[in-house]
């Protein structure tokens, strides 16, 4: 799986990770990508990015999930398992990390997309491959509500993407949000990401990376404009 490196300069050169390993979550067009690669350049960290687009299956899956739902979900196992094995690395070199995803959460799509008996056959296979990446030291959740996630998609137009429904996206956030109800491996902070911009650069940015240098509790929640 290929990573890709910050840049040299950064934005607070002298920064250090409040971190060494933090994991970004979220339902589609949640703003993951942005997040990690704007809080890898702050501190300068390392990005291990997903990578979506190398499941050929996928976009098959979002015309006709029923007959391409299981080799989809096979493929991002087997990615899945190579991430797990590079986090472990880089986490073994000292390498402070920064991701778009979580590991764990791959079975939370497979769970969505197949049928029981075609859930069971997925459970079996991939535990034959899977390898379990230490857990991250801080997962950030982003929320945001499905008419937001859903406009966020049309915008930004990747081909991939363009025949997921607002159904598809209201099951997915509330299967995320059950999820993050029960995850205790790690701290999580929810963000609420539907009135934040930018989260690459800028005032946003900041913001998001002020509140994880001072994030305390195994749970906490940050609204832009106010904190809890």
Excluded: C
């Excluded at 079996?124 to 991250?136: G, Y």
């Excluded at 539907?194 to 609204?223: K, N, P, Q, Y």
């Amino acid at each position: 799986m290929p990573v890709s490196a910050p840049a040299l300069t950064v934005t607070a050169p002298d920064a250090r990770p409040p971190f060494r390993y933090i994991a970004i979550e979220g339902a589609i067009g949640a703003g993951k990508t942005a997040l990690a690669a704007g809080l890898a350049q702050r501190w300068s960290m390392q990005t291990l990015l997903d990578e979506p687009a190398g499941n050929p299956f996928l976009e098959r899956f979002y015309r006709d999930a029923a007959r391409y739902g299981l080799a989809t979900q096979l493929h991002f196992a087997l990615q899945r398992a190579a991430q797990s094995r590079r986090i472990a690395g880089l986490l073994a070199a000292h390498t402070p990390l920064v991701t778009d995803f979580l590991a764990q959460k791959n079975d939370l799509f497979a769970r969505l997309a197949l049928p029981d008996d075609e859930w069971q056959l997925y459970r079996a296979l991939s535990a034959q491959f899977a390898a379990d990446a230490p857990p991250p030291e801080l997962v950030v959740y982003l929320q945001a509500s499905p008419e937001v996630l859903f406009a966020r998609i049309q915008k930004r137009a990747a081909l991939a993407e363009l025949p997921i429904t607002d159904a598809y996206l209201r099951s997915l956030s509330d299967s995320y949000n059950e999820f993050f109800y029960h995850y205790d491996r790690a701290p999580v902070l929810t963000v609420s990401a539907e009135h934040l911009d930018s989260l690459d650069s800028g005032a946003d940015l900041a913001l998001v990376a002020e509140r994880i240098e001072t994030m305390r509790g195994r749970r906490e929640s940050f609204v832009k404009g106010t904190s809890r």
